[in-house]
């Protein structure tokens, strides 16, 4: 079974350019607030998002480099590239390797960054299409908490995961209601 990149670019494309337009209906004050302890802000979040889509691609040019390992176990990715999205729950992760930690704590973006950050990463996504299509199919990247990815799977879940965080959006929007 073969992934179809251009239609996760156009996924991805789409919720970004969803949040990039949401981005600009807050106030700089509105975006930089926290729920509190532990909590994201809007600015935390489109950082995350810029971050974790950076990650993927950087994890895409290891295959296409033959960095990972060919054939490797990979249940996990091929759950989610079959499911087509990550679990509708919200995911607390506990024990962060120090490798990537920089992607769970990040820095809140002002308005304009986190827009242009978006910006960047449609742009990114975009160059990556021929890339992931040329990239051999066996050749494998392992994620600290998920399997074995291919170019694809790296691919496709860089869209889930811009895609899961419209759930955390829609917690923060109801929080900013209440305050």
Not at 30 to 36: A, I, N, P, Q, V
Not at 102 to 123: G, M, N, R, V, W
Request: glycine share 6%; aromatic share 10%; proline share 4%.
């Amino acid at each position: 079974m073969g992934m179809n990149i251009d239609l996760y670019f156009e996924k991805y494309k789409k919720t970004a350019e969803y949040l990039m337009n949401e981005a600009d209906k807050y106030t700089e004050n509105e975006f930089l607030t926290s729920l509190g302890e532990g909590q994201w802000s809007l600015g935390q979040m489109y950082h995350h998002i810029a971050l974790v889509t950076d990650k993927c691609l950087t994890n895409i040019d290891g295959c296409g480099q033959g960095l990972g390992k060919q054939k490797a176990f990979a249940l996990g990715p091929a759950i989610f590239s079959t499911m087509g999205s990550f679990p509708p729950i919200k995911m607390h992760i506990k024990k962060i390797p120090d490798s990537v930690s920089h992607l769970y704590h990040p820095e809140p973006k002002d308005i304009h960054q986190a827009i242009t950050d978006l910006q960047q990463s449609i742009e990114k996504m975009k160059q990556y299409i021929p890339i992931v299509s040329a990239i051999e199919k066996n050749q494998r990247i392992e994620h600290w908490a998920g399997g074995w990815f291919t170019a694809a799977q790296w691919y496709q879940s860089a869209e889930m995961h811009i895609r899961h965080h419209l759930r955390q959006k829609k917690r923060i929007d109801a929080y900013l209601k209440k305050i």
